[in-house]
């Protein structure tokens, strides 16, 4: 049972990290697209 609680805490963890990569990435390919819509 205590195997199994920190098991979830370590996914909630692994999500987190997961939905701040994806935000991260998603800003990247803003500015990538925001650069080169600038340069045309």
């Known amino acids: 049972m ?3 609680s920190q098991n ?5 963890k692994f999500i ?4 701040m990569n994806i ?3 998603l800003r990247y390919i803003i500015s990538l ?3 080169l819509y600038f340069c045309y």
């Open 2 to 4: 205590v195997f199994y």
């Open 8 to 12: 979830i805490e370590f996914y909630e």
């Open 16 to 19: 987190e990290f997961d939905l």
């Open 23 to 25: 935000s991260a990435f």
């Open 33 to 35: 697209v925001r650069s």
